[in-house]
C-alpha cells in the first residue's frame, strides 16, 4: 500500500481557492490511480477527482471546471487546485491511491484527511 498525508486545508470565503498536497511514500507511486474525496457533515464520502498515471482526469460534476487535479510522479505528490469555492464544498477532503484496474474511483490506500471551509 501507499502511505498517504494530506496538506493544504483551512477556512476560505466563498469565491476563494485553497489548493490541496498529498504526500504519497512507496515505490509504487507511479503506477497507481491517485484521487480526491470528500466527505461533508452528515454525508457519505464521495469521490470528487482522479488522475491516472498517464495525467488522464475524471471529475464529479459539481466541480468539473472549478477543480484541477495534478501529480508530479517525481515528488511523489498529487495536488487539488480549487477555485471558486462554494459553501456546499465544505467537507474532509481525503487523499487516496489505487491500481490501474480501479479507475477511476476504487482506491485501496487512504490519507486521514483535510478539513475544508468554505464560508458564506
Known amino acids: 500500500q501507499v502511505q498517504l498525508v494530506e496538506s493544504g486545508g483551512g477556512l476560505v470565503q466563498a469565491g476563494g481557492s485553497l489548493r490541496l498536497s498529498c504526500a504519497a511514500s512507496g515505490r509504487t507511486f507511479s503506477d497507481n490511480n491517485m484521487g480526491w474525496f470528500r466527505q461533508a457533515p452528515g454525508k457519505e464520502r464521495e469521490f470528487v477527482a482522479a488522475i491516472n498515471w498517464g495525467g488522464i482526469t475524471a471529475y464529479t460534476n459539481s466541480v468539473r471546471g472549478r477543480f484541477t487535479i495534478s501529480r508530479v510522479n517525481a515528488k511523489n505528490t498529487v495536488y487539488l487546485q480549487m477555485n471558486s469555492l462554494k459553501p456546499e464544498d465544505t467537507a474532509v477532503y481525503y487523499c487516496?491511491?489505487?491500481?490501474?484496474?480501479?479507475?477511476?474511483?476504487?482506491?485501496?490506500?487512504w490519507g486521514r484527511g483535510t478539513l475544508v471551509t468554505v464560508s458564506s
Open positions: 487516496a491511491a489505487g491500481p490501474p484496474t480501479g479507475w477511476p474511483s476504487g482506491m485501496n490506500s
